[in-house]
């Protein structure tokens, strides 16, 4: 990467930062990664308010706030369920922006309904939530980091933009 192109974490660290904004993430698939990279930027604790790695549907309900309903009719892996983590983390933490990730990083646990690779990616501010069906091929690291990488894409697009 050259000094001219900057991470995406760090981007969307300086927007936040510069607009004076919050975010937190609840993260199923990418388990912490999403986070992880916030918090690699130095000064993210200004903006970087928590995270819940929502792993199990048990958690996904009682401090995400995902409806039971929800996760019966849609599973874990749908475009509802990763809607409700992202408004439901924003609303848990406080924050103004709220991320989410669900999906199949694979090798194993795929279907031909729910493919290994299908994440869905969510972003909700308070202008509303945007959700993302994505289809990531490679290893579980690689899906992983794929899934990270467009959900920091979709945060900084949903964000108002600064001239450097």
């Not at 050259?2 to 660290?13: D, H, N, R």
């Not at 475009?79 to 991320?99: K, P």
């Not at 990083?105 to 493919?115: I, L």
Request: aromatic residues 2%.
């Amino acid at each position: 990467m050259s000094e001219t192109t900057k991470a995406i974490e760090a981007q969307l660290g300086h927007v936040l930062a510069a607009n004076g904004l919050t975010i937190a993430a609840a993260e199923s698939c990418t388990g912490g990664l999403v986070t992880s990279r916030l918090t690699d930027v130095a000064g993210s604790s200004a903006y970087v308010m928590g995270s819940i790695v929502s792993y199990a549907n048990d958690v996904k309900e009682h401090l995400v706030g995902v409806q039971h309903a929800t996760l019966a009719a849609h599973g874990a892996v749908s475009e509802e369920t990763a809607r409700e983590m992202a408004e439901g983390v924003r609303r848990a933490i406080g924050t103004d922006i709220g991320l989410a990730t669900t999906g199949i990083a694979g090798p194993g646990g795929g279907t031909s309904e729910k493919p290994v690779g299908l994440v869905y990616t969510a972003v909700a501010t308070a202008a509303g939530t945007t959700v993302r069906e994505n289809h990531f091929t490679g290893t579980r690291t690689e899906v992983k980091r794929q899934a990270s990488e467009v959900v920091l894409t979709m945060a900084l697009d949903a964000l108002p933009q600064q001239e450097s």
